[in-house]
């Protein structure tokens, strides 16, 4: 089955002469990690705002299992590129991560986020804060917020873009772990080819603005 359909989605920001998006359509079946590459400043992360319901497009639409768009779905979690300012300074990793966290019964939702925490290597710095914390390790955290609601879809943008090439290795690594295990189906915007195809299924391409989809590549790579 379907999980995730993008419908001619058109977007443009008020001024500008050149659409961002000029009508992207691909479609990403329920298990998979799909990787969509493109040029910086091709409209990735709006592409990304218009799947994730944070920004309406002009034209075209997006579809949920089936279900035409009406807000984000809970299944739905997102990780940002600009990770480091999307944690609050102001809790430890074990609050940032059970922040948003729907479950009542305290002892349930301290389990789940220990959980994610572990998950994602972070147990020793659970009562750091971020700033204390290096870049990977933000990362790390932000991760296990995204993971710890068990989402189905998770969406990534350009989540490594900003950590050193080591850091960036073993993040994939632990990210392509994680949603098999969990059996999440991922979906990355990324503007480097490499981290496409070594960690997507398979691989959607997008044009310089106005983006659209150019060419789908199936991977046929034995994952690590
Ligand atoms: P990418 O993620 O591929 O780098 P973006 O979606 O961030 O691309 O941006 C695509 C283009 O849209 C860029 O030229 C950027 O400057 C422009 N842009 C992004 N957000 C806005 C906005 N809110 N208002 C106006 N222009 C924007
Ligand atoms: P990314 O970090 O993926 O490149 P951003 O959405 O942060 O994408 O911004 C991309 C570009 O769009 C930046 O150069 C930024 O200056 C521009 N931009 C973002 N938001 C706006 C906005 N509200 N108005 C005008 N330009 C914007």
């Known amino acids: 089955t379907e999980l995730l359909k993008a419908e001619n989605l058109t977007k443009a920001y008020a001024g500008n002469a050149t659409p961002v998006l000029g009508g992207v359509d691909f479609a990403q079946t329920e298990g998979e990690f799909l990787s969509v590459v493109g ?21 075209g639409g997006v579809s949920h299992r089936g279900e035409s768009f009406t807000r984000p779905p809970e299944w739905l979690s997102i990780v940002f590129q600009d990770y480091n300012r999307s944690l609050f300074p102001w809790l430890t990793v074990r609050g940032n991560v059970g922040f948003g966290l729907r479950e009542r019964d305290r002892a349930k939702k301290a389990a789940m986020v220990d959980d994610a925490i572990d998950a994602v290597g972070l147990s020793h710095a659970a009562d750091l804060h971020p700033w204390q914390i290096s870049g990977g390790m933000q990362q790390r955290c932000a991760l296990a917020r995204s993971l710890v609601s068990s989402p189905g879809l998770l969406l990534l943008d350009e ?25 999440i189906s991922a979906l990355l915007v990324t503007h480097d080819i490499d981290e496409a195809v070594f960690m997507g299924d398979r691989v959607v391409v997008l044009s310089t603005r106005p983006a659209r989809v150019v060419e789908e590549v199936i991977v046929d790579l034995p994952k690590p």
């Not at 989540?159 to 098999?180: C, E, G, H, N, Y």
Request: net charge positive.
């Open 159 to 183: 989540p490594f873009a900003s950590v050193d090439a080591q850091t960036r290795i073993d993040l994939q690594d632990l990210l392509m772990k994680l949603v098999a295990e969990r059996g």
């Open 39 to 59: 040029p910086s400043g091709c409209g990735k992360t709006t592409l990304l705002r218009c799947l994730s319901g944070l920004m309406r497009p002009d034209a």
